[in-house]
């Protein structure tokens, strides 16, 4: 496994740099955060007991445009963990061209450890700490592992009251009642089908001959699969944090997810209106799961799943990084050799990130687009975008990861370079 995740996240920097027009400015600016802000969060519990958690949140790079990215509450983030995301949001937002930067935030904490009045204590206690760094023109936090809708409108709702202005831009991913957009909810699994969906012209699939494995059904994975299952795909294996199910007749995914919902557990059901019934499949571990003989793998869970332990098990042909950083650097290198075709997270889970711009334009503009627009808007870039990507990947020879990091690396490049560097300062005037 990898040692240490924000350096094995810039391991990729140099090797794409020789495939985009960035300079060594450029690049050298994208290997440090602009700020990295560590604060506690004192929270009252039930009991009447005090707990502090550890916050972080990462502005990473702003040459084009405010930072943006989520906020985690997870047991293990920790100040690294945020780095190696807030630098992908940075190439991520670069990839996809909305005017952002990259920022990220998160808390240690257990959320399942907690009850719904202290998670939103805890919540509005990150904005009461990070209040000088975010803002809807500064820093833009978003939903990420295991925050959702209401936290964010929590978020919103204690900045606004500290700022004293209704604010719904500082923060995305909202519900719809408080300034949310439509389609923001499924964007992240949306954005990764559309990626698939053009990758499935390319390879000329028949839908219903295709078997995909979701690792990490939550918000990210279970849409992801639903639209994929809506057409013809067969989803033989599911997983959460418990473990997984396996059926190499196909899950019927609706079913999935509200028992899901209902149970927050992955059950193999079937659901007719409101009776479900269990069906047989068999109970696999998480690492089974990752080396199943599927055509189409999707880690939608956590970070180093795929690693130089594992990587020479995996027989998908195909892993669409529907998580951030699933896999290792040297688990990279090893699934290049075994020719897999690796989809990476900065292109196939943009489409959270770009819903998200949606939502902050149509915040800004107080003026709110019906879902269609959404959706077309989100496919011709998701579209746009990968097609890019690929092409430039064939053109080089080089694994998508590459040419994805070389994508963003001319648009990052572009934006440092207009201010100028030592070509433009060094030379006579
Ligand atoms: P989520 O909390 O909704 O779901 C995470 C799921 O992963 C849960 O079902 C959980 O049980 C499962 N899980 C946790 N640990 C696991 C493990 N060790 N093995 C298998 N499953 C495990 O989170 P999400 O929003 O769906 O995010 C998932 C991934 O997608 C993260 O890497 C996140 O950064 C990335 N992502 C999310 C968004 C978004 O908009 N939500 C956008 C871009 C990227």
Same mark, same amino acid.
């Given at each position: ?127 009461? &700490? @990070? !209040?000088?760094?975010? =803002? ?7 939903? $990420?592992?295991? #925050? +959702? ?117 992955? &059950? @193999? !059901?079937?659901?007719? =209106? ?7 499949? $068999?109970?696999? #571990? +998480? ?118 990091? @070389? ?23």
């Amino acid at each position: 496994m990898s040692e240490n995740i924000f350096e094995d996240a810039l391991s990729h920097l140099d090797h794409a740099k020789a495939y985009s027009h960035a300079d060594d400015e450029t690049i050298e600016r994208l290997k440090h955060p602009q700020s990295a802000f560590e604060f506690s969060i004192p929270v009252r519990m039930d009991d009447g007991s005090l707990k502090i958690f550890p916050g972080y949140r990462v502005r990473y790079n702003n040459s084009r445009g405010p930072t943006k990215g989520g906020i985690r509450f997870h047991p293990t983030v920790t100040m690294d963990e945020v780095k190696a995301l807030s630098f992908w949001m940075t190439l991520k937002c670069a990839l996809v061209g909305i005017p952002f930067g990259g920022g990220k935030g998160g808390v240690a904490v257990d959320p399942k450890a907690l009850s719904r009045m202290e998670i939103e204590r805890l919540s509005r206690g990150y904005v009461e &700490q @990070a !209040v000088d760094v975010i =803002g809807p023109h500064t820093d833009i936090p978003a939903p $990420d592992v295991y #925050t +959702n809708a209401m936290i964010m409108g929590w978020m919103m709702d204690e900045y606004s009251k500290i700022v004293r202005c209704h604010s719904p831009g500082v923060i995305t991913g909202k519900p719809i009642s408080m300034g949310g957009s439509l389609g923001r909810d499924d964007a992240t699994g949306r954005g990764a089908y559309y990626c698939i969906k053009e990758l499935e012209k390319i390879r000329g699939w028949n839908p219903a001959d295709i078997n995909v494995a979701v690792q990490g059904f939550g918000n990210a994975g279970q849409h992801v699969a639903s639209l994929l299952h809506k057409d013809g795909y067969r989803i033989v294996a599911v997983s959460d944090s418990k473990g997984g199910i396996y059926r190499k007749e196909g899950f019927d995914v609706p079913s999935l997810i509200k028992a899901k919902l209902d149970t927050q557990k992955v &059950q @193999a !059901v079937y659901c007719e =209106g409101t009776v479900c019934e269990t069906v047989p499949a $068999d109970h696999i #571990t +998480n690492d089974e799961l990752l080396a199943l003989d599927v055509d189409v793998l999707l880690p939608s869970a956590l970070e180093n799943v795929i690693h130089v332990d594992n990587a020479d098990n995996i027989k998908a042909s195909v892993i669409v990084e529907v998580a951030n950083g699933p896999v290792t650097s040297k688990a990279d290198a090893i699934l290049a050799k075994k020719n897999i075709l690796v989809i990476p997270d900065i292109l196939a889970n943009a489409g959270g990130v770009t819903v998200s711009y949606f939502e902050w334009v149509q915040n800004k503009n107080g003026y709110y687009w019906p879902l269609k627009e959404v959706h077309d808007k989100l496919h011709a870039i998701m579209a746009r975008e990968f097609n890019a990507v690929y092409a430039l990947m064939d053109e080089n020879k080089i694994p998508m990861r590459v040419a994805a990091y @070389a994508h963003a690396l001319n648009r990052l490049g572009d934006a440092i370079h207009a201010q100028g560097t030592q070509s433009y300062f060094s030379a006579s005037v």
